[in-house]
T-cell receptor
Framework: AQSVSQHNHHVILSEAASLELGCNYSYGGTVNLFWYVQYPGQHLQLLLK????DPLVKGIKGFEAEFIKSKFSFNLRKPSVQWSDTAEYFCAVNAGNNRKLIWGLGTSLAVNP | GAVVSQHPSRVICKSGTSVKIECRSL??????MFWYRQFPKQSLMLMAT?????????EQGVEKDKFLINHASLTLSTLTVTSAHPEDSSFYIC??????????????FGAGTRLSVL
């Protein structure tokens, strides 16, 4: 069965620290990959996505993610976090033409000012 | 663009009553909408996929008679929690696909509905 694994459940950083959140999926075929963010009290927002092409994807607010097919990974990165990045981050995948998203369990990021 | 409106944002009801939650795509047509349930500090659990003009597809373990889904138009899907009980208290979230066919679609999310059953 398809699954998505997020390795870090809780991350605490100081402002200006670099961030990398891991995401691995299990599916051998074509995938679409997403990172969503949920700020406190707000709805889920799309941070970035990968469908095809350049495996290094840039999203909003300075985030980027790299798709490494050989590792089945789509890790999220940001070189310098801000207090306003405190949120819940979810990795999600849909496979082939299936519109259903398979979700990771999420990573709670707390950035201390 | 791609705004999804979900209403109400919060509802408190008595046990045994039914509650209807609406999900609207405001500036695009959504042939497919999804209903999720989110428990505190956990990921989203897909309950069902709602297709315009046809029956919803429910995930394993979700009671279709308990959670009635209607997708009568390309911009509106409703979830009715029938005979609600305290264990149905949760955060319900809808999303809508932006594209008609193929895999290149993105889900846009509503703000969620906090249901509390007394």
């Amino acid at each position: 069965a398809q699954s998505v694994s997020q390795h870090n459940h809780h991350v605490i950083l100081s402002e200006a620290a670099s961030l990398e959140l891991g995401c691995n999926y299990s599916y051998g075929g074509t995938v679409n990959l997403f990172w969503y963010v949920q700020y406190p009290g707000q709805h889920l927002q799309l941070l970035l996505k990968y469908f095809s092409g350049d495996p290094l994807v840039k999203g909003i607010k300075g985030f980027e993610a790299e798709f490494i097919k050989s590792k089945f990974s789509f890790n999220l990165r940001k070189p310098s976090v801000q207090w306003s990045d405190t949120a819940e981050y979810f990795c999600a995948v849909n496979a082939g033409n299936n519109r259903k998203l398979i979700w990771g369990l999420g990573t709670s990021l707390a950035v201390n000012p | 663009g791609a705004v999804v409106s979900q209403h109400p944002s919060r509802v408190i009801c008595k046990s045994g009553t039914s509650v209807k939650i609406e999900c609207r795509s405001l500036d695009f047509q959504a042939t497919t909408m999804f209903w999720y349930r989110q428990f505190p500090k956990q990921s989203l659990m897909l309950m069902a996929t709602s297709n315009e003009g046809s029956k919803a597809t429910y995930e394993q373990g979700v009671e279709k008679d308990k959670f009635l889904i209607n997708h009568a138009s390309l911009t509106l899907s409703t979830l009715t929690v029938t005979s609600a009980h305290p264990e149905d208290s949760s955060f319900y979230i809808c999303s809508a696909n932006s594209a008609g066919t193929g895999a290149k679609n993105i889900q846009y999310f509503g703000a969620g509905t906090r249901l509390s059953v007394l």
